[in-house]
């Protein structure tokens, strides 16, 4: 059964910044291609950042972020804990969102990290918030 349970969220005022955890069970964050997702209301889910699954020939792992994201995010994985992270800097109150981790069984590229119904495994998400 795997599970995939994000915490970090809050509420913060422009400029803050937050770290949010993807804590996995039941897979092994290295051996996936994983992302983080968010949703406002009245929007759809949109690719945050992405990050590939390890590669024992290569030493550093693929990112991708959306333009939004670019500069401000960064998607990091730890093994030994299983977890993902996504370290928030910079924010904006357009970045307020319900924030979900995801899984993906097959590589993504540049065309296709951002397309949530790749992913197949799904947290429940949690919520930021960002004041000005």
């Known amino acids: 059964q795997v599970q995939l349970v994000e915490s970090g969220g809050g509420a913060v005022q422009a400029g803050g910044s937050l770290k949010l955890s993807c804590a996995a069970s039941?897979?092994?964050?290295?051996?996936?291609?994983m992302g983080w997702f968010r949703q406002a209301p009245g929007k759809e889910r949109e690719g945050v950042a992405s990050i590939s699954n390890r590669i024992i020939s290569s030493p550093t792992s693929t990112t991708y972020y959306a333009d939004s994201a670019k500069g401000r995010f960064t998607i990091t994985r730890d093994n030994a804990k299983n977890t993902l992270y996504l370290q928030m800097n910079s924010l904006k109150p357009e970045d307020t969102a319900m924030y979900y981790c995801?899984?993906?069984?097959?590589?993504?590229?540049?065309?296709?990290?951002?397309?949530?119904?790749?992913?197949?495994?799904w947290g429940h998400g949690t919520q930021v918030t960002v004041s000005s």
């Open positions: 039941g897979l092994t964050v290295d051996y996936f291609w």
């Open positions: 995801a899984s993906s069984p097959t590589p993504r590229n540049a065309g296709t990290w951002y397309r949530a119904r790749d992913y197949t495994n």
